[in-house]
């Protein structure tokens, strides 16, 4: 992610709220696509201070009631008295913040979807909700497996147990996923080399974009890269991995040992790859320890400097005792797929060729 500044000169983060330097409130203006230094306009708003804007701005009402975001909402005569913000409108189901540490765990959902979504402005990946015409619309349901029932508490049992996962455009995460030590516990149960929750929202938005740009458009293509989707059916599929776990030669064809599961997960871990790919090098870019390079302008080169990048990274992170940052290796298999997801985003993309910066796509 790239810095912006304050109009003290002081460096703001993507998920500041206020400048440590000047203490003035910040926010994520939708105008200017970047963090802003905000002005009390006297009637409860706030105007952006950024160079050519001054848009008069409402904050987003999980920012100024729930302290769970910081993005802004520009305002208007049809926007609500406590607007959400292009993020936070998608939520169908949030936490329950009457439950100790649950306040805390929904902030942290909200910054890795704000890191998503960034990535996917920044592609030109169309999503949207129903009213949008959007099939199917993506929603997002952030829930706990401790829940109250008539005044008590209980743990759901394993039938009833949330699983993170999508469904027709829904994407569920459970809120275990963001309590570091309870991730890191499934993560080596599960024999994972990453468990984040950026990485569960880029998953998850892939199957959405299966849905929305592959189902009835081109299913053959997909079938002939990936495999049949439709055979064997998911169901057997899933428990067929759980009993015998993944081929022993996985890495020569697959990005990841979960990939083999079925050609659902084999799209959906690949189509995150391309978005991993697609964050990292807009952030090594920013900060000048790369050439920028965007993989829609150039899939070739964009693969080849994340290698090189993801390599040094790695041994970086080893020095520090840390995970590798780019743990897939990139063999001609996973190239091939890699690019038939570079052609799918390509194709739907409003920001292909760099024709036109996201921000005038979306204006
Ligand atoms: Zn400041
Ligand atoms: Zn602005
Ligand atoms: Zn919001
Ligand atoms: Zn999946």
Not at 326 to 332: D, G, I, K, L, T
Request: net charge negative; glycine share 8%.
């Amino acid at each position: 992610m790239k810095t912006f500044a304050c109009t003290c000169g002081n460096r703001l983060f993507f998920d500041n709220t206020s400048c440590l330097a000047c203490k003035r409130q910040v926010g994520w203006c939708p105008e200017c696509a970047a963090i802003r230094a905000l002005e009390p306009t006297g009637d409860g708003r706030l105007r952006c201070t950024g160079e050519d804007c001054g848009a008069i701005l409402v904050a987003c009402r999980n920012y100024a009631v729930e302290g769970v975001c910081n993005r802004m909402v520009v305002a208007g005569p049809d926007v609500a008295e406590s607007p959400l913000c292009g993020g936070c409108r998608f939520n169908r189901t949030v936490p329950d913040t009457s439950v100790p540490g649950n306040r805390m765990k929904w902030a942290q959902l909200e910054s890795a979807k704000r890191r998503l979504l960034y990535t996917l402005d920044d592609l030109g990946l169309p999503y949207g909700t129903a009213e949008e015409g959007f099939e199917p619309p993506l929603c997002f349901d952030f829930k706990a497996d401790l829940v109250r029932d008539k005044g008590a508490w209980h743990r759901l049992g394993a039938v009833e147990h949330v699983y993170t996962g999508h469904a027709s455009g829904r994407i569920t995460i459970n809120l275990d996923e963001a309590d570091d030590a309870e991730r890191e516990r499934r993560r080596i149960n599960m024999n994972e080399a990453h468990r984040t929750l950026i990485g569960h929202f880029r998953h998850e938005i892939a199957h959405y974009y299966w849905e929305l740009l592959v189902r009835g458009r081109c299913e053959d293509a997909c079938r002939a890269c990936f495999g049949d989707h439709d055979d064997p059916p998911y169901g057997e599929a899933l428990k067929a991995h759980y009993n015998a776990g993944p081929p022993h030669d996985w890495p020569s064809h697959y990005v990841s040992a979960y990939a083999t599961m079925h050609p659902w997960e084999d799209f959906a871990e690949t189509f995150a790859v391309y978005l991993d790919m697609a964050a990292v090098l807009d952030t090594v870019g920013h900060w000048g320890l790369e050439k920028t390079v965007r993989p829609l302008d150039d899939f070739d080169q964009a693969l080849a400097t994340y290698r090189h990048i993801g390599i040094s990274l790695n041994e970086v992170n080893r020095e520090m005792g840390l995970l590798d940052v780019v743990p897939e290796v990139f063999v001609a298999p996973v190239v091939d797929k890699l690019r038939f997801i570079h052609e799918l985003i390509r194709t739907a993309s409003r920001n292909a060729g760099g024709a036109a910066d996201s921000r005038e796509a979306r204006a």
